[in-house]
Nanobody, 127 residues
C-alpha cells in the first residue's frame, strides 16, 4: 500500500524557515510525480510545488518562487520542501501527494491529478 507521511510542520515567526519532509513507501511502480499542496482555513487547496519523477524538474506556484525549494532524496525515499522567508499568508496545512506518471511530462500543480495523499502537517507563521 502506497504511503506518504509528512513531518516538520510547526509554529515559526515571519521571516523564519521550516523544512517539511514527505516520507514515501509502498510504491509498486517506477516514476511517481510528487507534489506539495497547502490548504488554509476557508480556502481551496493550492498546489505549491511538484517534482517530476523522471528528470527531477520542479515547478512552483508564483507566490513561493524564490522562497521555497523542493528536493528529493531517492536513497531515503523522501521528498523535502524547504521554506524560507515565511509569511503569515503561508499558514496552512501542507500535504504531499503522488501520482503514477508513466510518460515523461512536466509535473502539474493541480490537486485533481494526484491519487495518493498524506495526512498533512500544520504550518503556522505568526509572531
Amino acid at each position: 500500500q502506497l504511503q506518504l507521511v509528512e513531518s516538520g510542520g510547526g509554529l515559526v515567526q515571519p521571516g523564519g524557515s521550516l523544512r517539511l519532509s514527505c516520507a514515501t513507501g509502498g510504491f509498486t511502480k517506477d516514476y511517481y510525480d510528487i507534489g506539495w499542496f497547502r490548504q488554509a482555513p476557508g480556502k481551496e487547496r493550492e498546489g505549491v510545488a511538484c517534482i517530476s519523477s523522471r528528470d527531477g524538474d520542479v515547478s512552483y506556484v508564483n507566490s513561493v518562487k524564490g522562497r521555497f525549494t523542493m528536493s528529493r532524496d531517492n536513497a531515503k525515499n523522501t521528498v523535502y520542501l524547504q521554506m524560507n522567508s515565511l509569511e503569515p499568508e503561508d499558514t496552512a496545512v501542507y500535504s504531499c501527494a503522488a501520482v503514477y506518471q508513466p510518460v515523461s511530462v512536466q509535473c502539474v500543480l493541480g490537486s485533481g491529478a494526484y491519487d495518493y495523499w498524506g495526512q498533512g502537517t500544520q504550518v503556522t507563521v505568526a509572531s
